[in-house]
């Protein structure tokens, strides 16, 4: 499985940014489509997934009633529309993909078996 992500950039807090992730190859290895960033200096961290199957979403607490995770109509295309962005949402995004999580494991890099390359988004204040 490859996964490619884009849509990162620079915009001003309040603002809005929409991130891509394709996925090819063994696509029918995946159970879940994720994202995670990395700002710098610290861990990387979950910030939301969506279990293609069921379309059932999970949110990191931090940005939660401000993103969205959704399927997209092209096959294989997850996106994460981020809306209200500010300043600490400045990271490099991740495209993850899974065979399988538990609701109690979604969270965890260890669940996910396949990452795409980063995509740079800055918020300025």
């Known amino acids: 499985v490859q996964l490619q992500a884009s849509g990162g950039g620079l915009a001003q807090a309040g603002g809005s940014l929409r991130l891509s992730c394709v996925a090819s190859?063994?696509?029918?290895?995946?159970?879940?489509v994720g994202w995670f960033r990395q700002a710098p200096g610290k861990e990387r961290e979950f910030v939301s997934a969506?279990?293609?199957?069921?379309?059932?979403?999970f949110y990191a607490d931090s940005v939660k009633d401000r993103f969205t995770i959704s399927k997209g109509d092209a096959k294989n295309t997850v996106y994460l529309q981020m809306n209200s962005l500010k300043p600490e949402d400045t990271a490099v995004y991740y495209c993850?993909?899974?065979?399988?999580?538990?609701?109690?494991?979604?969270?965890?890099?260890?669940?996910?078996?396949?990452w795409g390359q980063g995509t740079q988004v800055t918020v300025s204040s």
């Open positions: 993850a993909a899974s065979r399988g999580y538990g609701v109690g494991t979604y969270h965890r890099q260890t669940s996910w078996h396949y």
């Open positions: 190859g063994s696509t029918f290895r995946i159970y879940g």
């Open positions: 969506i279990t293609l199957s069921s379309g059932f979403r």
